[in-house]
């Protein structure tokens, strides 16, 4: 049996697949389910670790301690070498990482019944847009977080070119397929030809091509939902008693999950007591007060994010926010999101623009486009499909 496995660290989900006997199979990872949300939440009252849903569970709950969520995007980011404070210790955002990836490990082992110690993982075409150097420590960091989870032999793959080859699975003829993969944190693509008998062949690298990708996944998504609809709501874009605006950095920090956690320092705390004094509209202030001081912020954000999933098959939301304030309630519709993520899809579409001009292919001369990720059902097509373009 072989003691290789694939491995999709997601932003949002992680997943671990390998091919017992030759035959392609993803692994369970959390109560007979296939995927692991990529949370963990260190619980204070029980000095416990989780993972996944029973973390997210535990923190909804209510329980005392610290959530963790989107480690992913730390990847390329300056944050990647800070560390950050849990139960009154200092952990490195390194060894958070690893420790997550080691219980992926762990599970995946418990569940095919056997060790692993050679990974495929799976990489954005590029965890940092526009430099290449740091888009290569960014991969350097994951091999080092890898091998210090406990794998031994590490390659990487484009996570297009893997959703390409699952396609290619179920399809007879030939195709020139266009892969559009909308993660969490990114949205990579990939030109690709494809069929049966090239499925046979080992060194596919004359049948791509192309490859591209931006920054840009369902976090982001998130992000400017809650900056555009949420986050007026405590204050954002109100002004102070000098008429100068409520600094927006504490409403940034709030609306991107890795940085929720910036916002429960005592100093964030001194600060917008402060704000909240010369506030001109202070019941909104009082709002930033509350979510800060109960650190309600994840809760927000899984309602940001909640929202935005059912603006993908729905005209308009309406939420109750009573753990910030009773009978607060937000109505949001599709076109307020839709503006508040046009200047992302402007980019994401300019991206793919370029991709199909650097390969000298016309969008006519594509025959499928095929989407997966699960933020490609912000579009409202199918979250994992194959539609025609001609």
């Given at each position: 049996m072989s003691s290789a496995c694939g491995l999709d660290f997601g932003t949002s989900?992680?997943?671990?697949?390998?091919?017992?006997?030759?035959?392609a199979t993803l692994l369970a990872l959390e109560d007979?389910?296939?995927?692991?949300p990529s949370v963990v939440f260190f619980n204070v009252e029980d000095d416990s670790v989780s993972f996944g849903r029973a973390a997210l569970a535990e923190y909804l709950a209510g329980y005392e301690g610290r959530m963790m969520r989107s480690l992913k995007s730390l990847l390329g980011s300056s944050l990647i070498d800070g560390q950050t404070e849990v139960?009154?210790?200092i952990v490195p955002f390194r060894t958070l990482l690893a420790q997550f990836i080691q219980e992926i490990k762990k599970r995946a082992e418990l569940s095919a019944g056997q060790a692993f110690s050679s990974v495929v993982l799976g990489r954005p075409?590029?965890?940092?847009?526009?430099?290449?150097?740091?888009d290569r420590l960014a991969e350097q960091t994951l091999t080092e977080v890898a091998r210090s989870a406990g794998f031994r032999d590490i390659v990487f793959q484009y996570e297009p070119i893997a959703a390409a080859f699952d396609y290619e699975s179920t399809i007879q003829g030939e195709e020139l397929v266009l892969i559009v993969d909308i993660g969490g944190g990114t949205s990579d693509f990939s030109l690709v030809r494809l069929s049966a008998a090239r499925?046979?062949?080992?060194?596919?690298r004359d049948d791509i091509l192309a490859t591209g990708g931006v920054h840009i996944g369902g976090t982001d998504f998130d992000k400017y939902l809650s900056l555009a609809s949420f986050m007026p709501l405590f204050g954002l874009g109100t002004q102070l008693r000098n008429n100068?605006?409520?600094?927006?950095?504490?409403?940034?920090?709030l609306a991107t999950w890795h940085t929720i956690n910036l916002a429960y320092t005592k100093k964030i705390g001194a600060q917008l007591n402060e704000v909240y004094q010369e506030a001109k509209e202070p019941e909104k202030l009082r709002r930033l007060l509350n979510?800060?001081?109960?650190?309600?912020?994840?809760?927000?954000a899984l309602k940001v994010e909640e929202t935005k999933i059912a603006l993908s098959d729905t005209n308009s939301v309406t939420l109750t926010l009573d753990r910030i304030s009773a009978e607060l309630e937000l109505s949001v519709n599709r076109s307020q999101f839709d503006l508040?993520?046009?200047?992302?899809?402007?980019?994401?579409?300019?991206?793919?623009?370029?991709?199909?001009?650097?390969?000298?292919?016309?969008?006519?001369?594509?025959d499928t486009v095929f989407f997966t990720g699960g933020s490609s059902g912000v579009s409202r097509k199918p979250r994992r499909s194959a539609c025609t373009s001609r």
């Open positions: 989900n992680s997943t671990v697949g390998w091919c017992p006997h030759g035959k007979g389910k296939l995927t692991l139960g009154g210790k075409v590029y965890f940092v847009d526009g430099n290449a150097d740091a499925a046979a062949v080992t060194d596919r100068t605006e409520v600094p927006s950095g504490y409403y940034f920090n979510l800060v001081e109960h650190k309600e912020g994840h809760w927000l508040s993520i046009s200047h992302l899809v402007t980019e994401i579409n300019d991206t793919l623009a370029a991709m199909l001009a650097d390969a000298g292919v016309n969008a006519s001369e594509v």
